[in-house]
């Protein structure tokens, strides 16, 4: 025995023709809500730190922390205020790595070329030998560098993959994460200990 198919007229004589007559035309802003204003009709001002609209009078962007109106970055921005450190904290490994500006952190399981990492990534066969540099410039801006020739497993920041070679500005609370299974929070602080 086979079943009717739906559509067409089969077998039933209740006058279904396989489609529901009920359904009324929907607009696409009713399914998907309406469109936000373009940004330049929006009413607000862009954060120093990540480019965000702030709506006028916010002191400091919900999204990175930064001051707004009072020029760049304090607490967390795209800039390190004056006298701020920059930490590398690596939850999973209990590790902290501080930035030193000038010099850049080296991360990897190269003794000589990543001392500062090298021992606690030694096992770590998800992180390169030669992984990627953190440097802090004069300015107080953060980048990180995933090395020119490429890593096997690949380098993230909040979940965006960076290309071999190619700078990548870091702010407070940003993911940097090597390989597939290490990760560390940027963490930029003003005076005192991190």
Known sequence: MTAPVRGTGGDRDDGYDG????????????????????????????CPGCAALVPPGTPRC????????????????????????????????????????????????????APASSGAFAELTTVSRRH??????????????EESDGTVNGTWVNGAHLLPGERHRLRHGDRLQLGHRVACTVRVMADGPC
């Open 19 to 46: 489609y529901d007559d009920d359904w009324e035309p929907v607009l696409d802003e009713e399914v998907r809500g309406p469109l936000p204003p373009p940004p330049d009709t929006a009413a607000g001002v862009r």
């Open 132 to 145: 990627a540099s953190v440097t802090a410039g004069p300015d107080g801006s953060v980048w990180v560098t």
């Open 62 to 113: 919900p999204r990175c922390l930064a001051r707004i109106g009072g020029g760049g970055g304090g607490g967390g921005g795209g800039t390190a205020p004056p006298g701020a450190r920059v930490v590398l904290h690596f939850d999973t490994l209990a590790l902290s790595l501080p930035v030193r500006p000038g010099e850049p952190l080296r991360l990897g399981r190269d003794t000589d070329w």
